[in-house]
């Protein structure tokens, strides 16, 4: 997860590094990592690269020169600013943001967008599920255009998430899998894999206190060995984006390097082996 391999911009746990971006390519190719996960959010929306084709083309020269991609971003934007509880022009201007965000993404060479539907933008009724619906359904021309899939994070449960997602058949709707998430929540791994692992596209991995916030790997509430089991048994293939607990700031190239060894460990124990997953 961008911003990771960085102290804190501004104070903020999760945020696009507005000033420091450029340093993630080398440093993640230091740690051995395969890709990032870049964030577009409203604390560096008017200096995110994505914002222009100069950035873009800067982006994509940083990921050759490192042989680091940029697979997916992380829209913390639309949780900041919700498509939920809001005024309809205010709602207007958010599906309008999605769509250029598909667009530049295609541009970019990205190929998903995760959309968070948890804390200020989480799903709460089933009004709002339908208006979830009514927003993805008319975005999917787009992202049909694009080629960008849309992975949904939510804080539903197994059983509302799977009734959501066969709502939205379509191929390019996925689920981004939070495990944190889903540990603070007190939701059982097994049962959400049951009930739509067929749809997950991506993982984060992250540790949390049931209730309670991010903590260092194996120390929540998180069951990676249950999880990484199930996701074996389906045969999923997506990405790893280890979206983990921050440590001393100063040292992240060594913190992440000791976590993407942990994680790298407990693949291996649940049968993905070398070559699956990035």
């Known amino acids: 997860m961008q911003g990771r391999l960085l102290p804190p911009f501004d104070g903020h746990f999760q945020s696009f590094p507005l000033t420091r971006w450029r340093e993630e390519f080398p440093l993640a190719r230091q740690a051995s990592l395969d890709a990032i996960e870049w964030i577009y959010d409203s604390v560096g929306e008017s200096g995110n690269p994505l914002d222009t084709d100069a950035g873009l083309a800067e982006m994509a020269r940083l990921g050759e020169e490192h042989s680091i991609a940029?697979?997916?971003?992380?829209?913390?934007?639309?949780?900041?600013?919700?498509?939920?509880?809001?005024?309809?022009?205010?709602?207007?201007?958010?599906?309008?943001?999605?769509?250029?965000?598909?667009?530049?993404?295609?541009?970019?060479?990205?190929?998903?967008?995760?959309?968070?539907f948890v804390d200020n933008s989480r799903i709460e009724s089933e009004t709002e599920e339908a208006q979830v619906i009514e927003i993805l359904t008319g975005a999917l021309s787009a992202a049909e255009k694009s080629g960008v899939e849309l992975h949904l994070e939510t804080a539903l449960g197994p059983q509302d998430f799977a009734a959501l997602l066969a709502k939205l058949p379509h191929p390019l709707v996925k689920v981004n899998y939070d495990s944190g998430n889903s540990a603070s929540l007190g939701f059982d791994c097994g049962e959400e894999v049951a009930a739509y692992g067929e749809r997950i596209g991506s993982v984060h991995i992250k540790d949390r206190l049931r209730g309670g916030g991010t903590v260092p790997l194996g120390s929540g509430n998180a069951n990676f060995p249950a999880l990484l089991s199930?996701?074996?048994?389906?045969?999923?293939?997506?990405?790893?984006v280890m979206q983990i607990a921050r440590d001393v700031p100063g040292m992240e190239l060594d913190w992440i390097r000791k976590n993407r060894a942990l994680v790298l460990g407990q693949l291996q124990v649940a049968g993905f082996g070398n070559g699956e997953g990035r």
């Open 230 to 240: 199930h996701l074996s048994r389906i045969g999923y293939k997506g990405d790893f």
């Open 70 to 116: 940029v697979v997916s971003v992380c829209a913390d934007y639309f949780m900041e600013r919700p498509f939920l509880r809001v005024s309809p022009l205010e709602l207007e201007t958010r599906i309008d943001r999605l769509l250029w965000l598909l667009e530049r993404c295609k541009l970019a060479g990205i190929h998903r967008i995760v959309l968070p």
